[in-house]
């Protein structure tokens, strides 16, 4: 399985940015997408994540009420909506999926098979 992280750049605060992922390969039809960050010096930390056979999805603290995850499950796809962007948005961020991920552990890097490249969000004052 392959992912095709896009969609960063360089934003004002306040700004918006939309991220996409799409998965290719041996893909399943219950995949669970996610989106992890990292930031200059700091662990790398969950955003969001997406049960494409559902819609189910769940958010890091930091971002809830700011950013929206969605994903076609046609099409193994997800994107993030990422709006209100602070300064502290400004990272890496990771596309991750797996077929199987228990809810307890959807916040854990470990728990996906797959990563994308990253894609540079940077968020300017």
């Known amino acids: 399985v392959q992912l095709q992280a896009s969609g960063g750049g360089e934003v004002q605060v306040g700004g918006s940015l939309r991220l996409s992922c799409a998965a290719s390969g041996r893909t399943a039809s219950r995949f669970v997408m996610a989106w992890f960050r990292q930031g200059p010096g700091k662990e790398r930390e969950f955003v969001a994540a997406?049960?494409?056979?559902?819609?189910?999805?769940y958010y890091g603290d930091s971002v809830k009420a700011r950013f929206t995850i969605s994903g076609i499950n046609a099409q193994n796809t997800a994107y993030l909506q990422m709006n209100s962007l602070k300064p502290e948005d400004t990272a890496v961020y990771y596309c991750?999926?797996?077929?199987?991920?228990?809810?307890?552990?959807?916040?854990?890097?470990?728990?996906?098979?797959?990563w994308g490249q990253g894609t540079l969000v940077t968020v300017s004052s």
């Open positions: 997406i049960r494409l056979n559902g819609g189910i999805s």
């Open positions: 991750a999926a797996s077929q199987t991920v228990i809810t307890s552990a959807t916040m854990r890097p470990e728990s996906y098979a797959y």
